[in-house]
């Protein structure tokens, strides 16, 4: 029954795998120095762009957003200003978590929104992308059941799977290693861009191995 749709998120989630290893890879080539440790906060800012693009592209050829009842130039502003507070907003608010479980507050302010901006485009970025600037659509579909479709299956999956990832990237920064990945915030970064990309594998293998039992409410 869901066999098209997800052929489609394999392939998408290939595409999405990829993007983030062309953010890395090709401006290790073009760039004099570049590297995921030394140029970190460069590295952030390549990969959540390319993540943008390609997200917001792919899903827009897809059809996967909601449809919009109003086709007036007006209320497409309106969806756009919104989707772009909504997404500073997520920016502030990761980057208050954070400072919360103990980063520091000015010493490294820049790094620390550095890693907002990049798990904004990971997670938050998607929740645009799949049901629009609504905000109680993202929090029906990131409740336990309240996935409508494939879509917002894969949607918890690698939504959760990015936050658990960074979070699991801070457990090796207080340890007494002096590895430069170590430094804030690079394995929260790392953790955040690996949980990522599990999450892009995870999502339609789960649903693939599941799609029989798979029952979803009407929207």
Known sequence: ???????????SHAIMASGVFMATVVPAVLVPGFSVYGTHLL???????????????LFWLLG????TKKHTITYKVSRLVR???YLLLSCLFFHTVVVLYGAPLLESALETFSLAVLLTSLTTLRCVCVLGPNVQAW?????RHG?????DTSLQM???CSVVGAWLGAF???LDWDRPWQVWPVSCSLGGVIGYLTGLVVAPTWIHWHRKHLTYKSK
Do not use: F
């Not at 929090?139 to 409740?143: D, E, F, T």
């Open 1 to 11: 029954m869901w066999d098209e749709e997800i052929r489609h998120m394999a392939s």
């Open 83 to 85: 989707s772009c507070l």
């Open 139 to 143: 929090i029906r579909v990131l409740s």
């Open 147 to 151: 996935a409508m479709s494939v879509w």
């Open 172 to 174: 090796p920064i207080p």
């Open 64 to 67: 996967v957003s909601p449809p």
């Open 43 to 57: 590295w952030q800012y390549s990969v959540a762009g390319v993540v943008a693009v390609v997200n917001i592209s």
């Open 158 to 160: 690698v939504v959760g």
